[in-house]
Protein backbone atom coordinates (compact mmCIF):
# COMPACT_ATOMS: atom_id res chain seq x y z
CA UNK A 1 0.00 0.00 0.00
CA UNK A 2 1.28 3.46 -0.87
CA UNK A 3 0.73 7.25 0.55
CA UNK A 4 0.14 9.87 -1.66
CA UNK A 5 3.91 10.22 -2.02
CA UNK A 6 3.92 6.84 -3.45
CA UNK A 7 5.66 5.50 -0.57
CA UNK A 8 4.97 2.18 0.84
CA UNK A 9 6.17 0.83 3.97
CA UNK A 10 8.82 -1.38 2.37
CA UNK A 11 10.50 1.52 0.43
CA UNK A 12 10.70 3.31 3.42
CA UNK A 13 12.36 0.67 5.18
CA UNK A 14 14.96 1.09 2.22
CA UNK A 15 15.73 4.81 2.30
CA UNK A 16 15.58 4.87 6.76
CA UNK A 17 18.16 1.66 6.24
CA UNK A 18 16.30 -0.46 8.64
CA UNK A 19 17.09 -3.73 7.81
CA UNK A 20 15.11 -5.97 10.05
CA UNK A 21 11.91 -4.16 9.08
CA UNK A 22 12.52 -4.39 5.88
CA UNK A 23 12.87 -7.45 5.81
CA UNK A 24 9.47 -8.38 7.78
CA UNK A 25 8.12 -6.22 5.10
CA UNK A 26 9.80 -8.76 2.53
CA UNK A 27 8.23 -11.49 4.60
CA UNK A 28 4.67 -10.52 4.12
CA UNK A 29 5.00 -10.05 0.57
CA UNK A 30 6.24 -6.46 -0.23
CA UNK A 31 7.01 -6.11 -3.92
CA UNK A 32 10.91 -5.55 -3.94
CA UNK A 33 10.53 -4.23 -6.95
CA UNK A 34 8.69 -1.07 -6.20
CA UNK A 35 9.27 2.45 -7.75
CA UNK A 36 8.69 5.25 -5.72
CA UNK A 37 7.57 9.10 -7.05
CA UNK A 38 10.96 9.55 -9.10
CA UNK A 39 10.18 6.28 -10.08
CA UNK A 40 13.37 4.85 -8.24
CA UNK A 41 13.60 1.32 -6.38
CA UNK A 42 14.89 0.49 -2.80
CA UNK A 43 18.40 -0.12 -4.60
CA UNK A 44 18.75 3.63 -4.93
CA UNK A 45 17.18 5.01 -2.25
CA UNK A 46 19.45 3.09 0.14
CA UNK A 47 22.26 4.07 -1.77
CA UNK A 48 21.68 7.51 -1.25
CA UNK A 49 21.70 7.43 2.32
CA UNK A 50 24.73 5.26 2.54
CA UNK A 51 22.27 2.29 3.48
CA UNK A 52 24.99 -0.78 2.20
CA UNK A 53 23.47 -3.62 3.71
CA UNK A 54 20.06 -3.13 2.19
CA UNK A 55 21.65 -2.53 -1.42
CA UNK A 56 23.17 -5.61 -0.74
CA UNK A 57 20.16 -7.74 0.43
CA UNK A 58 17.95 -6.30 -2.52
CA UNK A 59 20.34 -7.02 -5.08
CA UNK A 60 20.50 -10.25 -3.90
CA UNK A 61 17.26 -11.11 -4.24
CA UNK A 62 17.60 -9.52 -7.88
CA UNK A 63 16.54 -5.68 -7.92
CA UNK A 64 18.42 -4.35 -10.75
CA UNK A 65 21.19 -1.83 -9.05
CA UNK A 66 21.50 -0.04 -12.54
CA UNK A 67 17.57 0.72 -12.97
CA UNK A 68 17.19 4.21 -13.87
CA UNK A 69 14.95 7.20 -12.13
CA UNK A 70 13.47 9.45 -13.60
CA UNK A 71 16.20 12.02 -12.59
CA UNK A 72 18.40 9.59 -15.29
CA UNK A 73 20.58 8.11 -11.91
CA UNK A 74 21.14 4.69 -10.91
CA UNK A 75 22.14 3.51 -7.40
CA UNK A 76 25.49 4.11 -8.02
CA UNK A 77 24.96 7.83 -9.30
CA UNK A 78 23.78 8.80 -5.93
CA UNK A 79 25.79 6.78 -3.65
CA UNK A 80 28.75 9.14 -5.29
CA UNK A 81 26.36 11.99 -5.85
CA UNK A 82 24.94 11.94 -2.26
CA UNK A 83 28.31 10.75 -0.35
CA UNK A 84 28.61 12.65 2.90
CA UNK A 85 31.42 13.20 4.84
CA UNK A 86 30.06 12.42 8.48
CA UNK A 87 29.02 8.47 6.93
CA UNK A 88 32.42 8.29 4.70
CA UNK A 89 32.40 4.58 5.48
CA UNK A 90 28.85 4.11 5.12
CA UNK A 91 29.00 5.88 1.11
CA UNK A 92 32.41 3.55 0.95
CA UNK A 93 31.06 0.12 1.67
CA UNK A 94 28.09 1.11 -0.36
CA UNK A 95 29.89 1.55 -3.85
CA UNK A 96 32.15 -1.51 -2.59
CA UNK A 97 28.51 -3.53 -3.02
CA UNK A 98 27.08 -2.31 -5.77
CA UNK A 99 30.68 -3.00 -7.55
CA UNK A 100 31.18 -6.62 -6.25
CA UNK A 101 27.47 -7.34 -7.07
CA UNK A 102 28.28 -6.06 -10.67
CA UNK A 103 26.94 -2.53 -11.14
CA UNK A 104 27.95 -0.87 -14.34
CA UNK A 105 30.63 1.37 -13.15
CA UNK A 106 30.87 2.88 -16.66
CA UNK A 107 27.00 4.37 -17.04
CA UNK A 108 26.81 8.13 -17.54
CA UNK A 109 24.00 10.00 -15.67
CA UNK A 110 21.46 11.54 -18.07
CA UNK A 111 21.75 14.93 -16.19
CA UNK A 112 24.89 16.57 -16.99
CA UNK A 113 26.89 13.12 -18.27
CA UNK A 114 29.01 12.49 -15.73
CA UNK A 115 30.29 8.64 -15.06
CA UNK A 116 30.96 6.95 -11.84
CA UNK A 117 34.48 7.52 -11.86
CA UNK A 118 33.56 11.32 -12.80
CA UNK A 119 31.31 12.08 -10.04
CA UNK A 120 33.73 10.11 -7.54
CA UNK A 121 36.20 12.58 -8.83
CA UNK A 122 34.67 15.51 -8.58
CA UNK A 123 33.44 14.75 -5.13
CA UNK A 124 36.72 14.40 -3.87
CA UNK A 125 35.68 10.66 -3.25
CA UNK A 126 39.01 9.20 -3.33
CA UNK A 127 38.80 5.61 -2.13
CA UNK A 128 35.70 5.36 -4.03
CA UNK A 129 37.39 7.08 -7.49
CA UNK A 130 40.37 4.18 -6.89
CA UNK A 131 38.00 1.07 -7.04
CA UNK A 132 35.35 2.35 -9.78
CA UNK A 133 38.45 2.78 -11.92
CA UNK A 134 40.00 -0.92 -11.19
CA UNK A 135 36.50 -2.26 -11.51
CA UNK A 136 36.25 -0.91 -15.11
CA UNK A 137 38.51 -3.39 -16.26
CA UNK A 138 37.01 -6.19 -14.69
CA UNK A 139 34.36 -8.84 -16.79
CA UNK A 140 31.44 -9.49 -14.66
CA UNK A 141 30.07 -12.85 -14.06
CA UNK A 142 27.86 -14.43 -12.21
CA UNK A 143 28.88 -15.30 -8.46
CA UNK A 144 30.17 -18.54 -8.40
CA UNK A 145 30.69 -18.74 -11.94
CA UNK A 146 34.22 -17.64 -11.94
CA UNK A 147 37.71 -20.03 -11.94
CA UNK A 148 39.26 -21.39 -8.83
CA UNK A 149 42.06 -18.72 -9.12
CA UNK A 150 39.41 -16.11 -8.56
CA UNK A 151 38.37 -17.65 -5.19
CA UNK A 152 42.01 -17.85 -3.73
CA UNK A 153 42.43 -14.00 -4.71
CA UNK A 154 39.02 -14.12 -2.40
CA UNK A 155 40.18 -15.83 0.03
CA UNK A 156 43.46 -14.12 -0.17
CA UNK A 157 41.83 -10.73 0.17
CA UNK A 158 39.99 -11.35 3.50
CA UNK A 159 43.03 -12.43 5.23
CA UNK A 160 45.09 -8.95 4.13
CA UNK A 161 41.78 -7.14 5.06
CA UNK A 162 42.04 -5.80 1.39
CA UNK A 163 37.76 -5.08 0.90
CA UNK A 164 38.27 -3.47 -2.89
CA UNK A 165 40.15 -6.32 -3.88
CA UNK A 166 37.77 -8.87 -2.57
CA UNK A 167 34.53 -6.52 -3.87
CA UNK A 168 36.77 -6.76 -7.43
CA UNK A 169 36.73 -11.08 -7.05
CA UNK A 170 33.25 -11.31 -6.51
CA UNK A 171 32.75 -9.23 -9.55
CA UNK A 172 34.72 -11.63 -11.95
CA UNK A 173 32.63 -14.25 -10.26
CA UNK A 174 34.04 -15.30 -7.00
CA UNK A 175 32.11 -17.74 -4.74
CA UNK A 176 31.00 -15.48 -1.61
CA UNK A 177 30.93 -18.70 0.36
CA UNK A 178 34.51 -20.48 -1.10
CA UNK A 179 36.54 -22.53 0.70
CA UNK A 180 40.50 -23.48 1.60
CA UNK A 181 42.09 -26.16 2.62
CA UNK A 182 40.70 -25.48 6.17
CA UNK A 183 37.47 -25.52 5.17
CA UNK A 184 37.15 -21.81 5.78
CA UNK A 185 34.80 -19.24 3.96
CA UNK A 186 35.72 -15.56 3.43
CA UNK A 187 33.80 -14.51 6.42
CA UNK A 188 35.56 -17.06 8.29
CA UNK A 189 38.92 -15.90 7.01
CA UNK A 190 38.45 -12.16 7.67
CA UNK A 191 36.84 -13.15 11.26
CA UNK A 192 39.97 -14.77 12.36
CA UNK A 193 42.45 -12.22 11.09
CA UNK A 194 39.87 -9.51 12.37
CA UNK A 195 39.14 -7.88 8.63
CA UNK A 196 36.07 -5.93 9.78
CA UNK A 197 36.36 -4.02 6.63
CA UNK A 198 36.05 -7.49 4.38
CA UNK A 199 33.86 -8.76 6.64
CA UNK A 200 31.04 -5.66 6.50
CA UNK A 201 30.90 -6.03 2.65
CA UNK A 202 30.61 -9.76 2.99
CA UNK A 203 28.01 -9.63 5.56
CA UNK A 204 26.09 -7.06 3.30
CA UNK A 205 26.27 -9.64 0.62
CA UNK A 206 24.68 -12.19 2.15
CA UNK A 207 27.92 -14.31 3.98
CA UNK A 208 26.89 -17.23 6.14
CA UNK A 209 27.65 -16.07 9.63
CA UNK A 210 27.29 -19.56 10.63
CA UNK A 211 29.71 -21.61 8.11
CA UNK A 212 31.35 -24.60 9.92
CA UNK A 213 35.33 -24.81 8.88
CA UNK A 214 37.24 -28.43 9.89
CA UNK A 215 37.52 -27.12 13.28
CA UNK A 216 34.18 -26.54 13.98
CA UNK A 217 34.37 -22.63 14.00
CA UNK A 218 32.28 -20.36 12.49
CA UNK A 219 32.44 -16.39 11.90
CA UNK A 220 30.92 -16.01 15.08
CA UNK A 221 32.31 -18.17 17.39
CA UNK A 222 36.00 -16.90 16.77
CA UNK A 223 34.85 -13.40 17.92
CA UNK A 224 35.30 -15.24 21.36
CA UNK A 225 39.10 -15.75 20.53
CA UNK A 226 39.90 -12.69 19.14
CA UNK A 227 37.63 -10.93 21.47
CA UNK A 228 36.98 -8.64 18.54
CA UNK A 229 33.69 -6.16 19.52
CA UNK A 230 33.76 -4.93 16.15
CA UNK A 231 33.75 -7.88 14.26
CA UNK A 232 30.82 -8.97 16.92
CA UNK A 233 28.69 -6.00 15.74
CA UNK A 234 29.30 -6.55 12.36
CA UNK A 235 28.13 -10.30 12.28
CA UNK A 236 25.21 -9.71 14.39
CA UNK A 237 23.04 -8.02 11.34
CA UNK A 238 23.68 -11.28 10.04
CA UNK A 239 21.54 -13.11 13.00
CA UNK A 240 24.32 -15.87 13.78
CA UNK A 241 23.04 -18.94 15.06
CA UNK A 242 24.19 -18.22 18.82
CA UNK A 243 23.21 -21.82 20.06
CA UNK A 244 26.76 -23.69 17.80
CA UNK A 245 29.20 -24.69 19.53
CA UNK A 246 33.02 -24.88 18.89
CA UNK A 247 34.91 -28.46 19.38
CA UNK A 248 35.09 -27.93 23.10
CA UNK A 249 31.33 -27.86 23.31
CA UNK A 250 31.43 -23.81 24.14
CA UNK A 251 29.95 -20.62 22.91
CA UNK A 252 31.23 -17.84 22.45
CA UNK A 253 31.85 -16.26 25.88
CA UNK A 254 33.51 -19.02 27.36
CA UNK A 255 36.67 -18.42 25.39
CA UNK A 256 36.76 -14.60 25.85
CA UNK A 257 36.26 -15.03 29.85
CA UNK A 258 39.12 -17.39 29.61
CA UNK A 259 41.36 -14.69 27.54
CA UNK A 260 40.94 -11.65 29.55
CA UNK A 261 38.73 -10.39 26.65
CA UNK A 262 36.51 -7.86 28.67
CA UNK A 263 35.14 -5.66 26.15
CA UNK A 264 33.95 -8.39 24.40
CA UNK A 265 32.22 -9.64 27.64
CA UNK A 266 30.51 -6.46 28.33
CA UNK A 267 28.27 -6.43 24.76
CA UNK A 268 28.26 -10.11 24.64
CA UNK A 269 26.10 -10.35 27.63
CA UNK A 270 23.85 -8.29 25.72
CA UNK A 271 22.86 -10.37 23.24
CA UNK A 272 20.55 -14.15 23.27
CA UNK A 273 23.85 -16.07 23.89
CA UNK A 274 23.46 -18.43 26.59
CA UNK A 275 25.71 -16.93 29.49
CA UNK A 276 25.45 -20.40 31.66
CA UNK A 277 26.31 -22.80 28.86
CA UNK A 278 28.32 -25.73 29.90
CA UNK A 279 31.45 -27.04 27.44
CA UNK A 280 32.89 -30.52 27.63
CA UNK A 281 34.90 -29.87 30.47
CA UNK A 282 32.64 -28.98 32.51
CA UNK A 283 33.12 -24.99 32.68
CA UNK A 284 31.02 -22.21 32.10
CA UNK A 285 32.16 -18.64 31.01
CA UNK A 286 32.19 -17.74 34.80
CA UNK A 287 34.07 -20.96 35.47
CA UNK A 288 36.30 -20.22 33.28
CA UNK A 289 37.48 -17.11 34.29
CA UNK A 290 38.18 -18.43 37.72
CA UNK A 291 39.79 -21.36 36.70
CA UNK A 292 42.32 -19.94 33.78
CA UNK A 293 42.43 -16.25 34.64
CA UNK A 294 44.71 -15.19 37.28
CA UNK A 295 42.34 -13.05 39.50
CA UNK A 296 43.85 -9.65 37.79
CA UNK A 297 41.97 -6.71 36.93
CA UNK A 298 40.02 -8.14 33.64
CA UNK A 299 39.41 -10.91 35.08
CA UNK A 300 37.39 -8.90 37.36
CA UNK A 301 35.91 -6.97 35.64
CA UNK A 302 34.68 -10.06 33.35
CA UNK A 303 33.31 -11.45 36.85
CA UNK A 304 31.41 -9.04 37.97
CA UNK A 305 30.13 -8.31 34.20
CA UNK A 306 28.62 -11.81 34.02
CA UNK A 307 27.04 -11.18 37.60
CA UNK A 308 25.55 -8.50 36.96
CA UNK A 309 24.27 -10.02 33.86
CA UNK A 310 22.27 -12.58 35.94
CA UNK A 311 24.31 -15.57 35.57
CA UNK A 312 23.87 -18.83 37.62
CA UNK A 313 27.10 -18.36 40.27
CA UNK A 314 26.06 -21.84 41.90
CA UNK A 315 26.88 -24.30 38.33
CA UNK A 316 29.66 -26.27 39.43
CA UNK A 317 32.59 -27.91 37.71
CA UNK A 318 33.19 -31.41 37.36
CA UNK A 319 34.43 -32.00 40.89
CA UNK A 320 31.46 -30.36 41.87
CA UNK A 321 33.07 -27.05 42.91
CA UNK A 322 31.37 -23.55 42.44
CA UNK A 323 33.10 -20.12 41.01
CA UNK A 324 33.37 -18.89 44.50
CA UNK A 325 34.56 -22.20 45.71
CA UNK A 326 37.65 -22.35 42.68
CA UNK A 327 38.51 -18.46 43.64
CA UNK A 328 38.95 -19.43 46.93
CA UNK A 329 40.95 -21.99 46.30
CA UNK A 330 43.07 -19.71 44.01
CA UNK A 331 43.37 -16.89 46.36
CA UNK A 332 41.43 -14.68 43.86
CA UNK A 333 40.51 -12.05 46.94
CA UNK A 334 38.66 -9.22 44.96
CA UNK A 335 36.88 -12.62 42.85
CA UNK A 336 35.90 -14.12 46.14
CA UNK A 337 34.35 -10.46 47.35
CA UNK A 338 32.32 -10.32 44.13
CA UNK A 339 31.08 -13.71 44.14
CA UNK A 340 30.68 -13.92 48.19
Known amino acids: AKDATEQSDFLITTSEGYLELMELTIA ?8 DSYRGTGVIRAAERGHAAVVGRLMASGVDPDHVNRLGWVALHEALE ?34 PEQLARDGGLTAQQALIKRAASCIVRERGQGSADVDRRLLRAAARGDADEAALALRQGADLEARNDRRQTPLLVAAAADKVDVARLLVHLGADPDALDDRHDTPWLVTGVTGSVAMLEVLLPARPDLTITNRFGGLSPIPAAERGHVAYIKRVVRTDVDLDHVNDLGWTALLEAVVLGDGSKPYQEIVQTLVDAGVDTSITDKQGRTALDLARKAGQTEIVRILD
Open 82 to 115: FAKEEGRQAYIDTVRVLVAGGADVAIAAQRGGRT
Open 28 to 35: AGADIKAL
